[in-house]
C-alpha cells in the first residue's frame, strides 16, 4: 500500500495561501486516483480536490472551486494543492489520499475512492 506523507499547512490570514505537498512512496504505481480532503473538529471528511493521475482529470468541491487547484509530479511522486483567497471555514485538517485502479467508484470525491491516507496536515485560516 502506498504511504502518504503531507506538509505545508500552516495558519494564515483570511484572503491568503498555502499550498500543501503530499510525499508518496511504496505502491505508487497504483495510485490511480489521487486527492485531497479535509475534516474539521465534529464535522465529517470531505473531499476537496482530486485527480485521476494518468489523464491529469481534475474535480473540485464546489465550495473550493476558484480557489484551490489539485496538481502532481509524477518524477517526484508529489500531489500539491494550491490555496488561495482561503477562508475560515477552509480550517481543517487537511488529508492526502491514494486509490487503486480497481476500487471502484462513482465520485472521486468520496472517501470509499481511496485506501491510502496520510496523517493530515492542519490548516488555520483566522478572519
Known amino acids: 500500500q502506498v504511504q502518504l506523507v503531507e506538509s505545508g499547512g500552516g495558519s494564515v490570514q483570511a484572503g491568503g495561501s498555502l499550498r500543501l505537498s503530499c510525499a508518496a512512496s511504496?505502491?505508487?504505481?497504483?495510485?490511480?486516483?489521487m486527492a485531497w480532503f479535509r475534516q474539521a473538529p465534529g464535522k465529517e471528511r470531505e473531499g476537496v480536490a482530486a485527480?485521476?493521475?494518468?489523464?491529469?482529470?481534475?474535480y473540485y468541491a464546489d465550495s473550493v472551486k476558484g480557489r484551490f487547484t489539485i496538481s502532481q509530479d509524477n518524477a517526484k511522486n508529489t500531489l500539491y494543492l494550491q490555496m488561495n483567497s482561503l477562508k475560515p471555514e477552509d480550517t481543517a485538517m487537511y488529508y492526502c489520499?491514494?486509490?487503486?485502479?480497481?476500487?471502484?467508484?462513482?465520485?472521486?470525491?468520496?472517501?470509499?475512492?481511496?485506501?491510502?491516507w496520510g496523517q493530515g496536515t492542519q490548516v488555520t485560516v483566522s478572519s
Open positions: 489520499a491514494a486509490g487503486p485502479s480497481w476500487l471502484w467508484a462513482t465520485d472521486p470525491l468520496l472517501t470509499h475512492a481511496y485506501n491510502g
Open positions: 485527480i485521476y493521475t494518468g489523464s491529469g482529470t481534475t
Open positions: 511504496g505502491w505508487t504505481y497504483d495510485s490511480h486516483r
